[in-house]
């Protein structure tokens, strides 16, 4: 990942974002990055610039305990795609919104979230495939003119081959009706891409015969997977963030969840599911506790050595084992947080007395505040002291202050009490007995309509 310029502006979100929750931004990551370097060179240089490219997916497990990297380290991946030219896709799993084993809901997350790397001047994306198929049509028609473009659509587009027709038939579908500024039509193709409701009636008026449902999501997921790298992207790289939430589910959930994952996993390893990159971020409880009990995905997910430069193929990214040792890491990462704060700030510190000061606050952290997210603990604090230090003058920080300064900071990110984790759902949700399908139809191709 290359380190972009930052302007004061960025500079003054990078640094309300971490000093008010300790949260990653979500631009800008590269100008505080420090540690992951090995995974994300791994991850560039044999999936983003090898395997992807030739066709191939892959599938990852990110694991990290509560507030110790796993959204940064996604959002790393996240900007290094863009870079690659990957459509991007960023989803947080929730019990209610886009809990895993419902695959309905995973396709619209995923279909709300997509986006092209940002235009000139932007922060983030358009997100969504209908805004992307747009983008993507803007630029062919800079590029080849209008009459040719129609041509591309009728000839080209109408033929990709994908798992299923309805969804190649509404991507051409509306695409022409962008072309031709047919706003109703538009509209309809659009709520029907997402994954909306619609009455069937409605999407038939356009040419699509098959609805978005719980029963064919995941082909329609593929057939998205299928296409993109067709009309422009070099593929398709999902994150899915698991938000460190701890929840229940029924053994029937669990075991869809758990079937879903494990399918996922394999499909990666077929050509239909082209230049796809998965990366599926949980806490250690995740692998510990409860993979186990799944024997088809324990297998999956074991491997003899973690993800290195020696073991690239390695199933599980483990963000608890980086490049740095924990305390000479927080130093660095306080370092970097110091040039931002001074472009946010428009000031000039003592780079010199505010690195011994990140070294004493790093060891202070490590020693007594693991337990509660040391990482995050740590940047909230840097924060926290930099602004005082400007309001008091620059001093050396004792052992003592710096204590109470932690201990104050790590109380307030303390996470509450759980019963433990257990997945992605809600306890007692009223869907449990119901069969709600999943990916179990992943060999199965909806050619016809």
Avoid at 332 to 357: C, H, P, S, T, Y
Avoid at 390 to 398: F, K, L, M, P
Wanted: with cysteine; net charge negative; aromatic share 6%.
């Amino acid at each position: 990942m290359s380190q972009i310029q930052i302007d004061r502006p960025m500079a003054m979100r990078i640094l309300e974002s971490l000093g008010a929750s300790g949260k990653p931004p979500d631009r800008g990551l590269s100008t505080i990055n420090v540690g992951n370097e090995t995974y994300l060179r791994i991850l560039k240089r044999e999936y983003l610039e090898g395997l992807l490219p030739a066709g191939g997916a892959t599938f990852r497990i990110v694991q990290a305990g509560f507030g110790a990297g796993k959204t940064h380290f996604l959002y790393c991946v996240r900007e290094m795609a863009w870079e690659q030219g990957y459509a991007v896709a960023d989803v947080v799993l929730s019990s209610r919104e886009c809990p895993f084993d419902k695959s309905l809901l995973v396709y619209r997350s995923v279909a709300a979230k997509v986006g092209l790397p940002p235009r000139e001047g932007e922060m983030l994306p358009r997100e969504g495939l209908p805004f992307l198929l747009e983008d993507l049509l803007s630029a062919k028609l800079k590029e080849l003119g209008e009459r040719s473009v129609r041509l591309w659509l009728e000839e080209e587009v109408r033929r990709l081959p994908c798992d299923n027709a309805a969804f190649r038939e509404a991507i051409s579908a509306f695409l022409l009706a962008c072309l031709d500024r047919e706003e109703d039509r538009r509209r309809i193709l659009a709520a029907w891409l997402l994954g909306q409701e619609l009455p069937p009636s409605k999407h038939r008026e356009v040419g699509v015969y098959e609805s978005i449902s719980e029963a064919n999501a995941f082909p329609m997921l593929r057939s998205l997977t299928q296409v993109l790298p067709k009309l422009g992207p070099r593929g398709t790289v999902i994150l899915f963030d698991e938000g460190d939430r701890v929840m229940s589910l029924s053994a029937s959930r669990s075991q869809r969840l758990m079937d879903n994952l494990r399918q996922l996993i394999d499909l990666c390893g077929q050509a239909r599911f082209p230049s796809v990159m998965v990366l599926y971020a949980v806490p250690p409880e995740f692998l510990r506790n409860i993979v186990p009990d799944y024997p088809a995905l324990h297998q999956r997910l074991s491997s003899v050595s973690p993800l290195s430069e020696r073991s690239p193929q390695a199933p599980v990214i483990d963000l608890e084992n980086l490049d740095l040792p924990p305390a000479e890491l927080l130093t660095e990462i306080g370092k970097k947080i110091l040039g931002v704060f001074e472009l946010a700030r428009d000031v000039q510190m003592d780079r010199n007395l505010q690195a011994k000061n990140a070294a004493t606050l790093a060891g202070v952290v490590t020693r007594h505040h693991f337990e509660v997210s040391h990482r995050r603990v740590f940047v909230k604090a840097w924060v926290d002291l930099l602004y005082g230090q400007v309001a008091d003058g620059e001093h050396a920080i004792g052992d003592a202050s710096l204590e109470g300064l932690a201990g104050r900071t790590a109380a307030t990110l303390a996470a509450p009490e759980d019963p433990g984790f257990d997945d992605l759902g809600g306890a007692g949700d009223p869907e449990d007995e119901e069969d709600l399908g999943g990916f179990e139809d992943l060999d199965v191709v909806d050619d016809e309509v």
